[in-house]
């Protein structure tokens, strides 16, 4: 059974990107439903038990169809704010470096030109969903709790929920203001870290 994980830092910690109100809310009810539904789902599928989250997540095609939509949303969404809650920190480097950062600008440019990018992928997302930074260092957006690897893509370095839980108690409908202030707490070396092992 699943578990919830504890953030890797305090509610406040990345105040004033992001209120230590929201991180609350959205690890606490947020997240833990997800894991909730997803235990719930696979009691009804034990023969799933096994299968790690992962594994389950990269070939939805063999998830019995009876609890298919919950592993795809809740699993989804647990993979997802999982890997989330470690894109971010109080102490961001603010941007990468070593050979992220020049594989960064040898595809886009400059730093700059990525984060524009990545921005407006975020900022156009219609509706409920995340945007990504790639092992190949494309940029991909996924709507709902869809995952990268539950659609064939390379395995994520970075993520960002664009879910309006995620921002609106201190933005309300601001999501580019959102988008700007989280680039001030991205979690470079993990996404560093990613990248080596790619
Ligand atoms: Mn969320």
Same mark, same amino acid.
């Given at each position: ?41 696979? $009691?009804? #599928?034990?023969? =799933? ?6 594994? !389950? *997540? &990269? @070939? /939805? ?58 921005? $407006?992928? #975020?900022?156009? =997302? ?6 990504? !930074? *790639? &092992? @190949? /260092? ?61």
């Amino acid at each position: 059974m699943y578990t919830l994980p504890d953030l890797p830092y305090d509610y406040q910690a990345l105040e004033p990107a992001i209120s230590g109100d929201i991180m609350h809310f959205h690890h606490d009810f947020h997240h833990r439903a997800y894991v909730d539904k997803l235990n719930a789902a696979l $009691e009804k #599928a034990p023969e =799933l038990q096994q299968l790690s989250l992962e594994g !389950l *997540l &990269s @070939d /939805l095609d063999s998830v019995p169809e009876s609890v298919r939509t919950a592993i795809r949303n809740n699993g989804g969404g647990h993979y997802n704010h999982s890997f989330f809650w470690h894109c971010l920190t109080p102490a961001s480097p603010q941007e990468p470096s070593g050979q992220l950062k020049a594989d960064l600008v040898a595809k886009y440019g400059s730093f700059q030109a990525f984060v524009d990018q990545f921005s $407006e992928a #975020a900022t156009n =997302l219609f509706g409920s969903g995340w945007t990504w !930074l *790639l &092992s @190949d /260092l494309s940029i991909l957006t996924t709507a709902n709790q869809d995952t990268p690897i539950s659609i064939g893509e390379p395995e994520p370095l970075l993520t960002l929920d664009v879910w309006e839980h995620a921002y609106y108690l201190d933005y309300k409908n601001k999501r580019p203001d959102y988008i700007k202030a989280w680039w001030n707490i991205v979690n470079w070396e993990r996404a560093e870290e990613l990248y080596a092992r790619r």
